[in-house]
């Protein structure tokens, strides 16, 4: 909670979940607060706020989002210090979401499943099916079968099979 806006992380009210930009949008810095050190470093910045948004994935699904092993990180004029605390967060965060994701809910079964179901996985027909109609496609709409085309669709989907 922020009720002054004092913080490097802004985060905006939820969203709807209706476009891919939520987690993008949903975090950002504020750019007028960004230490210097981090200022100068955009791709640490990134991966502090990356970390960010992945321990809140997880909090979000009802799994702890504390890092076991988070060292205090407090001023220093060696900047690789800072740096390397905030990759060893951000592969913590990434590996726990990366793990929530395939093991506990399944998401490589789930996309086998989307890419069956979208005959993708037999994906041969779809090339047969371009080849066949190649010469009927490269006309004007207004002149295309699609009576020829249907046919060609079916023909390329029961040769693949």
Known sequence: DD?????????????????????????VAREHHVPPFLAAHRDVLQQALATGKYLTVMRECGRSGRFPDAARIEYSANDRLIAQEISRAYNFASEAVLRLLTEERSLTARLQSVKRF?????????????????????????????????????LAIATSV
């Open 118 to 154: 979208f005959l993708l996985d037999q994906g041969d027909w779809f090339v047969h099916f371009l080849d066949g109609a190649r010469e009927e496609l490269g006309q004007k709409t207004s002149e295309v079968s699609r009576a020829r085309l249907d046919s060609l669709l079916h």
């Open 3 to 27: 009720p002054y806006g004092e913080f490097m992380v802004e985060e905006r009210p939820h969203r709807a979940f209706l476009d891919d930009a939520y987690w993008e949008k949903r975090f």
